[in-house]
């Protein structure tokens, strides 16, 4: 992410159908710190009512009511990052740095908001990100999950490190599901895994590649709540060694289509196109492993001009609103991941959490579109977009001004 300053007169971004823009930059201004203040009265979300859409109106919302019911370390679990946790705010900082340029005077009185991924239509360009023991905010863990996502319209990524497993959520899922493996056994285990994968009539197989070395995420250390199992170090050899020959003996062993996540440079998108890879997932697993990483909304540029088209692009990183989703399929994208967003409503409220979340999200992306000028996201290219300064400082929940950020929320660290 570059830190040139911009002008006063911000330029648009190169249409994707003209000459390719450079990377936008992130423009110099001075924030002010944010001020945590004490939470003192009461919220809508502490209505006694089990009607989930009356008790959340707001994204915002979600979040306190997530809190109540998680212990600490859960919770700093779901937030956190590693280390400083500058790559989870440079992904928030990245797409704060993004203006909209809206055209008017067009008929938007029908806005149609879904999107396409690797054949398969959704009703809104969304894919609920793999969440490693996703059951700790719901007993129900990724089946629940399935169920939100098969019944709002939405894809879904299973992690393979998640409960109740890769045939029980197969089985809950009546939508598009994606498998995420990560690599803990030879190859011949690798293979097993996507044979059942297959079987169990998973769309395509991912596996994620950022995960080398495991990362020092310090709110867990500091707490001494630690993850990971002697088992789990030993068998992390295995995806330490994963390296491309692999790639492409699985790419001829696997039907499905395969998807690698964790894609952070021009350079390896290339390379994962030339092993005949159908997607490319940027991301920087959320803040979570390489510190003082790239914003993912700026990887996602480099991408896009470097795929060329020759593979679908999945990205996350700080997506929070409807206005960030049209953002990164403005930029290139062809689906958009969330993942903390969608935890807060599962850990609120279970099933029907994830899929209220999903329903504000799709009204933001509507409202977003038609003021736009849009009626469809395939009328929107870069050209939407400009460098903006940002005007909030990047944390976790940057994206809700409203929320107030007590101690509590903010976790123990």
Not at 54 to 64: G, K, M, N, Q, V
Not at 172 to 184: D, E, P, W
Not at 204 to 223: G, L, M, N
Request: a neutral charge; hydrophobic letters at 45%.
């Amino acid at each position: 992410m570059s830190g040139a300053a911009t002008t006063d007169r911000q330029e648009p971004l190169a249409s994707s159908k003209s000459e390719a823009a450079t990377p936008i930059g992130i423009a110099s201004t001075k924030i002010k710190p944010d001020v945590f203040t004490i939470q003192e009265r009461a919220t809508m979300t502490d209505a006694a009512t089990n009607d989930v859409a009356e008790r959340f109106a707001t994204l915002h919302e979600f979040i306190p009511a997530a809190r109540k019911k998680l212990t600490d370390d859960k919770w700093d679990y779901m937030i956190g990052g590693a280390e400083t946790e500058t790559t989870l705010k440079r992904n928030r900082l990245a797409l704060d740095s993004l203006g909209f340029r809206p055209r008017v005077l067009r008929d938007v009185s029908n806005v149609d908001c879904s999107g396409h991924l690797l054949g398969k239509k959704l009703r809104i360009p969304v894919m609920l990100a793999p969440v490693g023991s996703i059951q700790r905010f719901d007993p129900a863990g990724s089946a629940a999950v399935a169920r939100a996502t098969g019944g709002f319209g939405v894809a879904q990524m299973v992690s393979s490190v998640s409960e109740p497993g890769l045939e029980a959520t197969a089985a809950a899922a009546k939508g598009m599901k994606v498998f995420q493996l990560y690599v803990r056994g030879d190859d011949a285990w690798v293979e097993n895994i996507i044979d059942r994968a297959t079987a169990a009539g998973y769309d395509a197989f991912a596996f994620t590649v950022d995960v080398a070395i495991y990362s020092r995420r310090e709110r867990d250390i500091t707490k001494r709540a630690f993850m990971r199992t002697p088992a789990d170090a030993a068998a992390q050899r295995f995806q330490a060694a994963l390296s491309w020959p692999q790639i492409k003996r699985f790419r001829q062993r696997c039907k499905l289509p395969i998807i690698i996540k964790g894609i952070q440079t021009a350079e390896d998108a290339i390379i994962a196109c030339d092993h005949g890879v159908d997607g490319i997932y940027v991301t920087n697993h959320g803040g979570r492993q390489l510190d003082h990483g790239r914003g993912t909304v700026d990887i996602l540029q480099d991408v896009v001009n470097a795929v060329r088209g020759r593979a679908e692009i999945i990205v996350d990183g700080g997506f929070c609103r409807g206005t960030d989703i049209i953002k990164g399929i403005a930029l290139g994208a062809n689906a958009v991941s969330i993942g903390r967003l969608y935890l807060y409503g599962l850990a609120a409220a279970g099933q029907a959490g994830v899929h209220r979340v999903l329903e504000l999200l799709e009204a933001e992306v509507k409202i977003g579109l038609g003021l736009l000028g849009a009626t469809s996201f395939a009328e929107l290219d870069k050209s939407c977009l400009q460098t903006v300064a940002p005007v909030t400082t990047p944390h976790v929940f940057s994206a809700f001004p409203l929320l107030e950020i007590t101690e509590q929320l903010r976790g123990k660290y």
